[in-house]
T-cell receptor, first 112, second 111 residues
């Protein structure tokens, strides 16, 4: 079973360039989330979506945007990357917002 | 104040001992509580969830929730070296459907 798939697995990106991190789930979950994980700071919520067509801001949304055109896909876009966005990014989904979340394998992004 | 707080550790226990991991949360309206395990370089995986006050047991794992004290804990009995990982506490609010994580506690089980 695929669950949640993220792409790419890793990427080196020049500062100032844009990039979209892809996330697809096949569990028909309503809620989806994007987190970044940095050493000592844990997992921090960037954006979330309760259901297709709606999105919300998490703890650290600046510099990121998301869309939720359908149930399965929840891409994260960096419009103009900066070195402080170097991190491991995890996409997650849950059936409802209060039920357990399942994670993708992560995307390691380095902005140079 | 952070939404979810954990002692970062590291916590070391001998093989066969009980490991106790603790977590506090700030929002009294929080509805659901979760423990995840994360091995180095891997994604978090769910160990347990708990919604109601009291204890919930699953094999060697017991989650404890005290909503009055805003406190969640995880006990790992008969700890094994394979339990060595970072344990993340997560809390879901009742409204807004936002999942917040603590910074994690690093556990090492010494053979």
């Amino acid at each position: 079973t695929a669950g949640i798939t993220q792409a790419p697995t890793s990427q080196i990106l020049a500062a100032g360039r844009s990039m979209t991190l892809r996330c697809t789930q096949d569990m028909r979950h309503n809620a989806m989330y994007w987190y970044r994980q940095d050493l000592g700071l844990g997992l921090r919520l960037i954006h979330y979506s309760n259901t297709a067509g709606t999105t919300g801001k998490g703890e650290v949304p600046d510099g990121y945007s998301v869309s939720r055109a359908n149930t399965d896909d929840f891409p994260l876009t960096l419009a103009s990357a900066v070195p402080s966005q170097t991190s491991v990014y995890f996409c997650a989904s849950s059936e409802q917002g209060w039920t357990e979340a399942f994670f993708g394998q992560g995307t390691r992004l380095t902005v140079v | 104040q952070k939404e979810v707080e954990q002692n970062s550790g590291p916590l070391s226990v001998p093989e066969g001992a009980i490991a106790s991991l603790n977590c506090t949360y700030s929002d009294r309206g929080s509805q659901s509580f979760f423990w995840y395990r994360q091995y180095s370089g891997k994604s978090p995986e769910l160990i347990m969830f708990i919604y109601s006050n009291g204890d919930k047991e699953d094999g060697r794992f017991t989650a404890q929730l005290n909503k009055a004290s805003q406190y969640v804990s995880l006990l790992i009995r008969d700890s094994q070296p394979s339990d060595s990982a970072t344990y993340l506490c997560a809390v879901a609010r009742g409204t807004g459907n936002q999942f917040y994580f603590g910074t994690g506690t690093s556990l090492t089980v010494i053979p």
